[in-house]
């Protein structure tokens, strides 16, 4: 029988984890999955009668992953999916799709893309709870998040024709950068933004991106320039 985390810490981890349905995993999708919280109250649903438009979903499928605990302790890599409307992570294990206990993890990495997920990340001028999942683009003296939210604007009238009413998924992304001096800012993960947004040290970040042709389009492309930044912080 396999498990999720390695045998010597199953002791530990398996507090951490509950059955969320009863569906089976191989044949259960997304949008399938009733969530409900340890209490037993149902936070998420899919309703027969409603026609949804759009995703609560981080991803279309499900994807590879692992999860990190609190104590440094890595799970294998097992299939993952983020609920950005309810803010769950799902686990498949065999025949049960499972939902992480978010206080005992300290977050996860959908491996395909590099993508890490961190939980603790506070910050009340951006509604940041430390049980929210962010996304991590850089983790130095300064750091760059994105956070994922989602909202589901519930249809009122019902068509016609077939009866059903339309549900509507809304996704937002918002790019936050953490300065040195613990400032959280919004930002827009181009050149200018970025330079601006970090407020110091312009000329020695314009030279650089100049030197390393680093046009700052892409995750990885402003990771480079706040890895230099940091550098300059010395």
């Known amino acids: 029988m396999k498990t999720l985390f390695r045998s010597s810490t199953i002791l530990l981890i398996l507090p951490a984890l509950f059955t969320v349905t009863s569906l089976k995993a191989q ?9 409900t919280n340890p209490t037993g109250t149902q936070i998420y649903t899919t309703n027969d ?3 949804i438009v759009g995703t609560p979903y981080y991803n ?25 409307y309810t803010g769950e992570v799902f686990y498949k294990e065999r025949d049960e799709i499972k939902v992480l206990n978010k206080s005992k993890m300290k977050g996860f990495t959908f491996t395909k893309k590099n993508e890490t997920f961190a939980l ?14 962010i996304r991590v683009i850089h983790d130095g003296k300064t750091k760059l998040y994105i956070k994922y939210q989602t909202t589901r604007r519930r249809g009122n009238s019902k068509d016609p024709l077939t009866g059903i009413t339309t549900d509507r998924f809304s996704n937002l992304e918002t790019t936050i950068l953490k300065r040195g001096d613990g400032k959280f800012v919004k930002t827009k993960i181009k050149k200018k933004n970025i330079i601006n947004d ?5 000329a020695e970040l314009e030279a650089f ?26």
């Open 49 to 51: 009668v409603k026609e």
């Open 198 to 202: 970090l407020g110091d040290h312009k």
């Open 60 to 84: 279309d499928d499900w994807e590879p992953g692992i999860v990190t605990l609190i104590n440094g302790t890595q799970s294998k890599t097992t299939l993952l999916s983020f609920n950005t």
């Open 27 to 35: 044949t259960a999708r997304l949008d399938q999955v009733e969530v």
């Open 120 to 133: 603790g990340v506070v910050s009340p001028d951006f509604d940041i709870t430390a049980d929210m999942p």
């Open 209 to 234: 991106t100049k030197k390393t042709r680093n046009k700052v389009k892409s995750g990885t492309d402003v990771a480079l320039l706040l890895e230099y930044y940091d550098t300059l912080l010395d």
